[in-house]
Nanobody, 115 residues
Framework: QVQLVESGGGLVEPGGSLRLSCVAP????????MGWYRQAPGKQRELVAT???????NYADSVKGRFTISRDNAKNTVSLEMNSLKPEDTAVYYC?????????WGQGTQVTVSS
């Protein structure tokens, strides 16, 4: 069982910033992709951003230019810097680790963008 632990969610006003972090167990080794997904009420879970082991990134069109994903392989962590937040970014954000065809998920952290 792979336990991913997220932190950094909260309430922020439109135009504000938040940083999400996720740590994977130290027992995870090898090559794997990490990323962030989100799920708003009444909607399906959607990709936000992913980053490969060597640092190649992929972003949803809706967050390009506003969000930045990064990782520290030595610490098994992935972060998501979110700027210029909009009300439509409100969702539960999930950390994801993908390795050898398996997806592992964190418990989710709530991000609410509201004035």
């Amino acid at each position: 069982q792979v336990q991913l632990v997220e932190s950094g969610g909260g309430l922020v006003e439109p135009g504000g910033s938040l940083r999400l972090s996720c740590v994977a167990p130290g027992s995870i080794t090898g090559i794997y992709t990490m990323g962030w997904y989100r799920q708003a009420p009444g909607k399906q879970r959607e990709l936000v951003a992913t980053i490969t082991y060597v640092g190649s990134t992929n972003y949803a069109d809706s967050v390009k230019g506003r969000f930045t994903i990064s990782r520290d392989n030595a610490k098994n962590t992935v972060s998501l810097e979110m700027n210029s937040l909009k009300p439509e970014d409100t969702a539960v954000y999930y950390c994801n680790l993908f390795k050898f065809g398996f997806n592992y998920w964190g418990q989710g952290t709530q991000v609410t963008v509201s004035s």
